[in-house]
């Protein structure tokens, strides 16, 4: 069989659009003419009623009304032709905005600048609750796409030379909960970092969407005090920033705290340990020390990070426990209570009398923060909180089988899937395209809103986290496809949500491994979640 040209493909797509686009014109303008049919026959007689007998000024001041309008009107029609191109509510040039980020490879997916809000993005979960972007189909339901549909417009793309020899791929239509393209979707392969996808559902289903993570000062003995790290990834020292965004954890919270209750009984000079034993087994990751993650320890402060940063790669410190504690040791000193003393590794009393706790943002919070910027610390740190809630031990290896457990208790597809770590940076983590597309799946199960931060959190195509600088330009794919990225050496993969061309939920994973050229293969997976959002492919 000739293999399908780029243009044959563009040429496909175009028709398709071409499509999609009549019938929304032909059901916008039917409708359109019933409803102004109706309100003339009902509107006409009252109209005349009231111009007959309303005063000639009155009149007048009618007549004024609507030539002002009528020339108002005429200006913003130009304004908006000056302005550009619109698409779905949303002016094409602002999509343009979205500056590509410098690509430095590894896990670090974008050049370290907060991202914006995602203007226009559609609602993750529009076509559960109805159609959207004016479609609809029998019932009032949007129409699915069909098998062959998909299988029209996808595997060609699944030819694209910039994939590695390793390709798979699986598409389901969340509504009915039905995969609707597939290919290899049951191979496992190494997923990077969209592995972070399990993590987030072993962390909601065994945690809860509000559970926090403690970090506390206890008393131990006289003069003694104790700082007990829970895992909190998130708890900072540097001071608050503007605006009205909920803040993290603070350690200087903890050390107002500390001092005052000190000061009320009395204290002014204490001796400080710290203890970090919740978490177990070596600290730092199989692939070694890394600036994409810092030691794993359940107490440290912005991510252990040693410049001004808040994520992506970083120098890390080598000891986040103990600079942590050191830190909070200053902290006191400048709330006049002094630490004799350095700081020193401590166990915290069986049943402690705790002084001061500050408690970490919500767990929806941070699995959200985890998937947009694709934080290894974070992901790690969820890992070993569930594996802490299935009584398993708060270690890489305790941590992989928690997780494994919290998916088989939802009836995930596990087959041939490894889990080695919760970030992906493990090349010897294995999952199926199958598994991925069935994590999106489940979490948008209306009977699971629990789950619903993993699809909340994905990155915006264009506009926030991972993808802002990926789809730039793409007026199928920006703003409307939500994905999660997953990047290593040889290794790119793409798993996510789109709301299609006739307002069907799709939940998408493509894999690939061997690839050569990372930017090439990108565009290559980005091509394929477009072309899902532009498809109706029935």
């Not at 309303?54 to 009149?59: C, F, G, N, V, W």
């Not at 002084?355 to 985890?370: D, G, K, N, T, Y």
């Not at 948008?444 to 789950?451: F, S, V, Y």
């Not at 920006?478 to 040889?490: C, D, H, N, S």
Request: proline share 7%.
């Amino acid at each position: 069989m000739p293999e399908t040209r780029t243009w044959q493909v563009t040429w496909q797509s175009a028709q398709r659009s071409a499509r999609v686009a009549a019938r929304r014109a032909g059901r916008s303008a039917r409708t359109a003419a019933r409803t102004a049919q109706r309100a003339a026959h009902a509107t006409t007689g009252a109209a005349q009623h009231a111009w007959q007998a309303a005063p000639q000024q009155t009149r007048q001041t009618w007549q004024l009304t609507a030539v002002s309008a009528a020339t108002g009107l005429a200006v913003a029609v130009v304004a908006v032709a000056a302005a550009g191109p619109w698409d779905s509510g949303q002016r094409t040039a602002e999509r343009a905005a979205a500056v590509p980020a410098p690509a430095t490879g590894g896990e670090h997916h974008d050049d370290g600048r907060a991202p914006g809000p995602a203007p226009s993005a559609p609602a993750v979960l529009t076509a559960l609750g109805g159609p959207a972007r004016g479609a609809v189909g029998r019932g009032g339901a949007a129409p699915a796409p069909t098998d062959a549909g998909l299988a029209d417009a996808l595997s060609p793309l699944l030819s694209d030379p910039a994939l590695g020899p390793l390709r798979t791929a699986s598409v389901v239509d969340v509504a009915a909960g039905r995969q609707v393209f597939g290919e290899k979707q049951d191979e496992a392969a190494t997923p990077a970092s969209t592995v972070k996808l399990a993590t987030a559902v072993a962390a909601l289903s065994r945690l809860g969407a509000d559970h926090r993570i403690d970090t506390g000062v206890v008393l131990a003995g006289k003069d003694r005090i104790v700082l007990v790290g829970g895992g909190d990834p998130t708890l900072t020292a540097r001071a608050a920033g503007p605006g009205p965004d909920e803040r993290p954890a603070s350690l200087r919270d903890l050390a107002d705290v500390t001092a005052h209750a000190l000061q009320q009984r009395k204290l002014t000079t204490v001796g400080l340990g710290y203890d970090a034993s919740a978490y177990t087994g070596p600290a730092e990751h199989p692939i070694g020390s890394n600036e994409n993650i810092a030691p794993v320890a359940a107490l440290m402060t912005d991510e252990a990070r040693l410049d001004d940063s808040d994520h992506g790669t970083a120098p890390r410190s080598t000891d986040p426990a103990g600079d942590a504690a050191r830190t909070f040791a200053g902290l006191l000193k400048e709330r006049g209570i002094t630490v004799t003393g350095d700081p020193a590794e401590a166990r915290a009393p069986k049943n402690p009398d705790r002084i001061a706790v500050v408690r970490s943002l919500p767990l929806s919070a941070l699995v959200e923060r985890m998937l947009t910027y694709s934080d290894n610390d974070i992901a790690e740190a969820l890992a070993r909180q569930t594996a802490l809630a299935a009584h398993q031990p708060a270690s890489f290896d305790g941590a992989a089988k928690a997780v494994r457990d919290a998916l088989a208790a939802q009836h995930l597809p596990l087959t041939d899937a490894v889990f080695e770590d919760g970030s992906g940076l493990d090349r010897d983590d294995k999952v199926s395209a199958n598994l991925l597309s069935r994590l999106l799946l489940v979490a948008a199960a209306p009977d699971k809103p629990e789950l619903r931060p993993v699809l909340t959190g994905l990155p915006v195509a264009a506009f926030t986290g991972t993808l802002r600088g990926r789809y730039v330009g793409d007026t199928a794919g920006a703003g409307t496809v939500r994905a999660k990225t997953g990047t290593l050496t040889g290794v790119n993969s793409l798993a996510g949500t789109v709301v299609d061309a006739d307002g069907r939920l799709l939940a998408f994973a493509f894999m690939t491994t061997g690839t050569t050229d990372p930017q090439a293969a990108q565009k290559a997976l980005d091509r394929m979640a477009s072309t899902v959002a532009n498809c109706g492919c029935r």
